[in-house]
């Protein structure tokens, strides 16, 4: 008598209605817990300000300078992010990996220079 492994579907059957079921478990789960709104006062819901009365609404808008300085953060990130590596294994890769950081950090930079000439990086406008 032999013991035959068990098929790869068996276990993508058992993977999926496992998942399945934890799925359908936790949305149920979240509807029979959630938050009754409908019951609750409104004072429950303002926004809590140290003991503070809330001065208008709790949702303000955000100008869009913040969002533009937050993406060329992201943008110099990258770069600093791909240079730690790229110094390390500077010995290993030889000359042509100079040239190519060389031009990365060009485009990056005409990336900086572009935002700069934008105005991108002025606070007063």
């Known amino acids: 008598m032999t013991l035959d492994a068990p098929q790869p579907e068996v ?3 058992a993977h999926l209605l496992v998942c399945t079921a934890l799925g359908v478990g936790l949305i149920a789960a979240a509807t029979v817990l959630r938050h ?5 006062r409104r004072v429950k ?13 709790a949702w303000s808008p955000v ?3 913040f969002y533009l300085v937050a993406l060329i953060f992201v943008l110099f990130d990258a ?7 790229w110094v390390l ?16 950090c060009a485009v990056l ?4 220079i572009y935002a700069l ?8 406008r």
């Open 63 to 65: 100008p869009v300078g």
């Open 11 to 13: 276990g993508l059957v």
């Open 36 to 40: 009754r709104v409908a019951k609750s």
């Open 45 to 57: 819901h303002d926004t809590y300000e140290c003991g503070e009365e809330p001065i208008g609404p």
């Open 109 to 112: 930079f005409l990336g900086w």
């Open 89 to 104: 294994s500077l010995k290993q890769a030889g000359a042509t990996a100079v040239w190519v950081m060389a031009a990365f």
């Open 117 to 124: 000439r934008k105005g991108d990086l002025d606070w007063t």
């Open 79 to 85: 770069e600093a992010a791909f240079l730690f590596p």
